[in-house]
């Protein structure tokens, strides 16, 4: 059962003229796997962010840190849900800003030697960032790669975010608070639903306000104003919507 506020705010947000809902990806849509690449969304969940794109004056989309041509293939979205990735940057336009490909190189392969010998720590490399992670790391071997990653980044010119068990290295800008905004702006959406669960969501979240409403999924300190407990729960608030707006739609 979703909390009652929640159930009330979505509720409201469903009669809004312009609806635009949207979900990061990992964590948020899909559960969180070992191997990234073997990451997929819950049906139910990805069944009603496609359906609620075909529901009139509604858009649907998914905001994440994936590179966007892997999370166009792992999302297996149709074409009707906007994509983005590169933790906004990147849209099927192009991306946002110019990538340093010199300085992403390089920083690929300082990243890569911290890995060495290190097992669990892999490196993923993306056109306009790379990630270093440590989920499947011993707790030492992860400290000690992580604190590696960070003394080598004070020579580089990148932007720095720090995820669960990551720190990925951007050598443009991003922002998933600015994806929201050009979304926003291109659908003339009166209000925005978004679903996320770490502290890269949280620049979406800041984004919020009105009719708005943001859902912060699992623990830790957030600026949403609503909580849920997990993928799971997520799928029951985007069916939840769904009915909501088909029902007003209708």
Same mark, same amino acid.
């Given at each position: 059962?979703?909390?009652?506020?929640?159930?009330?705010?979505?509720?409201?947000?469903?009669?809004?003229?312009?609806?635009?809902? &949207?979900?990061?990806?990992?964590?948020?849509?899909?559960?969180?796997?070992?191997?990234?690449?073997?990451?997929?969304?819950?049906?139910?969940?990805?069944?009603?962010?496609?359906?609620?794109?075909?529901?009139?004056?509604?858009?649907?989309? =998914?905001?994440?840190?994936?590179?966007?041509?892997?999370?166009?293939?792992?999302?297996? =979205?149709?074409?009707?849900?906007?994509?983005?990735?590169?933790?906004?940057?990147?849209?099927?336009?192009?991306?946002?800003?110019?990538? @340093?490909?010199?300085?992403?190189?390089?920083?690929?392969?300082?990243? @890569?030697?911290?890995?060495?010998?290190?097992?669990?720590?892999?490196?993923?490399?993306?056109?306009?960032?790379?990630? =270093?992670?440590?989920?499947?790391?011993?707790?030492?071997?992860?400290?000690?790669?992580?604190?590696?990653?960070?003394?080598?980044?004070? *020579?580089?010119?990148?932007?720095?975010?720090?995820?669960?068990?990551?720190?990925?290295?951007?050598?443009?800008?991003?922002?998933?608070?600015?994806?929201?905004?050009?979304?926003?702006?291109?659908?003339?959406?009166?209000?925005?639903?978004?679903?996320?669960?770490?502290?890269?969501?949280?620049?979406?979240?800041?984004?919020?306000?009105?009719?708005?409403?943001?859902?912060?999924?699992?623990?830790?300190?957030?600026?949403?104003?609503?909580?849920?407990?997990?993928?799971?729960?997520?799928?029951?608030?985007?069916?939840?919507? =769904?009915?909501?707006?088909? &029902?007003?739609? *209708?």
């Amino acid at each position: 059962m979703l909390p009652a506020d929640l159930q009330r705010a979505l509720t409201t947000a469903a009669a809004t003229p312009r609806l635009l809902v &949207s979900s990061d990806f990992d964590g948020t849509l899909a559960p969180i796997v070992s191997n990234p690449a073997d990451a997929r969304p819950l049906a139910d969940a990805a069944d009603a962010l496609v359906s609620l794109a075909d529901v009139p004056h509604t858009a649907s989309a =998914l905001i994440s840190g994936r590179a966007l041509d892997v999370l166009r293939d792992l999302s297996g =979205l149709s074409p009707a849900v906007h994509l983005v990735g590169s933790h906004g940057a990147e849209f099927t336009s192009g991306f946002t800003h110019d990538i @340093d490909r010199e300085l992403l190189d390089r920083i690929t392969a300082e990243l @890569d030697a911290i890995a060495a010998g290190r097992p669990g720590v892999t490196v993923e490399t993306k056109p306009a960032s790379v990630a =270093l992670h440590v989920r499947n790391a011993s707790a030492d071997d992860g400290e000690a790669a992580l604190a590696a990653a960070r003394e080598a980044s004070t *020579g580089w010119d990148v932007q720095l975010t720090e995820g669960k068990a990551v720190l990925e290295f951007a050598v443009i800008q991003t922002d998933k608070g600015e994806a929201l905004d050009i979304l926003r702006s291109q659908e003339k959406a009166s209000a925005v639903v978004f679903f996320g669960d770490d502290v890269t969501d949280e620049k979406a979240f800041r984004r919020l306000g009105g009719d708005d409403v943001g859902v912060k999924v699992g623990p830790g300190e957030t600026l949403a104003a609503y909580r849920v407990n997990s993928p799971e729960d997520v799928a029951a608030a985007l069916r939840f919507l =769904l009915e909501a707006r088909q &029902s007003h739609s *209708g």
